[in-house]
C-alpha cells in the first residue's frame, strides 16, 4: 500500500534561505491539497491541484510561497527567502474525484532559526 | 466563514475508560470528517458523516453526526493507550479544502 508520502520528513534551515518540500500523492488521486499547521492548531489550508491546475491559493500562501505540479503527479511547495515565522509542519494530501476524502502523508516539519 | 470548536481541549483517562469528543460548527456541516493525529505526525483517517443522524464505528470509536447537522461526537470505549494522540474533526463543502478545529489530546493512562 503505498500511501501520500513527503520528502525531506524534517527540515532545520537559517533565515532568508529557501527550501522546497516534495508530495508524492497517491497514484490514482488526481486532488493535491498542502496544509500547514502550527502547533496547538489545526491544518490550515494552504493551495489545491486537480491534476496539473492550481485551483486556489489561500491568502495564507504569501508571494514568498510557490507550489506546482508539473505533470499532475508529484507536487513541490518552495518557500523563499524563510522567516522565523514558516516554521510549522507542511502537510501534503490527495484524494480522487470520485471521493470527497482527503488522505494524509506524514508531513515536513520546517525549522526556520 | 465556518468555524469549528472542539471539547475538551486535552483529556486524559485512565486505561479502559469511555470518553467522548465534541466537535461544533458555526454553520451546517455537509461533510464532516474525523482524523487521529500521532504527535508530529501525519493524520490518519477515521471516519466520514454526511447524513443527519449519521452513525458510524471502527472498532471501538463511533462518531455520530447530530441531526441539525451542526455538531459532530466521538465515542471511545474501553480505551488503550494506542488509542492516544490528537483527533482532529474537518469541515468542507465540495471539498477542495477542509477547515479544521484546532483539535483534542487524548492521553491513556495504563
Known amino acids: 500500500d503505498t500511501g501520500v508520502s513527503q520528502d525531506p520528513r524534517h527540515k532545520i534551515t537559517k533565515r532568508g534561505q529557501n527550501v522546497t518540500f516534495r508530495c508524492d500523492p497517491i497514484?490514482?488521486?488526481?486532488?493535491l491539497y498542502w496544509y500547514r499547521q502550527t502547533l496547538g492548531q489545526g491544518p490550515e489550508f494552504l493551495t489545491y491541484?486537480?491534476?496539473?491546475?492550481?485551483?486556489?491559493k489561500s491568502r495564507l500562501l504569501s508571494d514568498r510561497f510557490s507550489a506546482e505540479r508539473p505533470k499532475g503527479s508529484f507536487s513541490t511547495l518552495e518557500i523563499q527567502r524563510t522567516e522565523q515565522g514558516d516554521s510549522a509542519m507542511y502537510l501534503c494530501?490527495?484524494?480522487?474525484?470520485?471521493?470527497?476524502?482527503?488522505?494524509f502523508g506524514p508531513g515536513t516539519r520546517l525549522l526556520v532559526l | 466563514s465556518q468555524e469549528l470548536e472542539q471539547s475538551p481541549q486535552s483529556l486524559i483517562v485512565q486505561e479502559g475508560k469511555n470518553l467522548t469528543i465534541n466537535c461544533t460548527s458555526s454553520?451546517?456541516?455537509?461533510?464532516l470528517y474525523w482524523y487521529k493525529q500521532k504527535y508530529g505526525e501525519g493524520l490518519i483517517f477515521l471516519m466520514m458523516?454526511?447524513?443527519?443522524?449519521e452513525e458510524k464505528s471502527h472498532e471501538k470509536i463511533t462518531a455520530k453526526l447530530d441531526e441539525k447537522k451542526q455538531q459532530s461526537s466521538l465515542h471511545i470505549t474501553a480505551s488503550q493507550p494506542s488509542h492516544a494522540g490528537i483527533y482532529l474533526c474537518?469541515?468542507?463543502?465540495?471539498?477542495?479544502?477542509?477547515?479544521f478545529g484546532t483539535g483534542t489530546r487524548l492521553k491513556v493512562l495504563a
Open positions: 494530501a490527495s484524494s480522487s474525484s470520485g471521493s470527497e476524502t482527503q488522505y
Open positions: 497514484s490514482e488521486h488526481n486532488r
Open positions: 491541484f486537480q491534476n496539473e491546475a492550481q485551483l486556489e
Open positions: 454553520k451546517t456541516l455537509y461533510g
Open positions: 458523516l454526511q447524513k443527519g443522524g
Open positions: 474537518g469541515a468542507g463543502k465540495r471539498t477542495y479544502k477542509y477547515i
